[in-house]
């Protein structure tokens, strides 16, 4: 059974950085489009940055553009998310999801049990 497990989250303070990964196990991790998502408390889910299987695309929400990098390592079956200038704004539990559909990922409006996989988060807590 396939899974996906977060790591490297942490308290920082503000325009520090911080690098995510999410490391896969139980499926063929290079067909699989990957995504970061995050929620904060009160708040709706927010989708934060997703890639393609080949690694050709990404997507950037707006809020995160030019501070996150997103990228994968197939032969680790891992993908990162390297969060830059980081802002209170950015505090939520940070979740790693894979599907086999890209346009879904991007959009995030699928209920959670829809996506083929989902990890259980690693909180990120921006503050001074």
């Known amino acids: 059974q396939g899974q996906l497990v977060e790591s490297g989250g942490g308290l920082v303070q503000p325009g520090s950085s911080l690098r995510i990964s999410c490391v896969a196990s139980?499926?063929?991790?290079?067909?699989?489009?990957l995504g970061w998502y995050r929620q904060a408390p009160g708040k709706e889910r927010e989708v934060v940055s997703c890639?393609?299987?080949?690694?050709?695309?990404?997507y950037y929400a707006d809020s995160v553009k030019g501070r996150f990098t997103i990228s994968r390592d197939d032969a680790k079956s891992t993908v990162y998310l390297q969060m830059n200038s980081l802002k209170p704004e950015d505090t939520a539990v940070y979740y790693c999801?894979?599907?086999?559909?890209?346009?879904?990922?991007?959009?995030?409006?699928?209920?959670?049990?829809?996506?083929?996989?989902w990890g259980r988060g690693t909180q990120v807590s921006v503050s001074s």
């Open positions: 999801v894979a599907d086999d559909e890209y346009n879904m990922l991007r959009l995030g409006a699928a209920p959670r049990v829809a996506y083929d996989y």
């Open positions: 139980g499926f063929t991790f290079e067909h699989y489009h």
């Open positions: 890639i393609d299987s080949l690694g050709s695309r990404t």
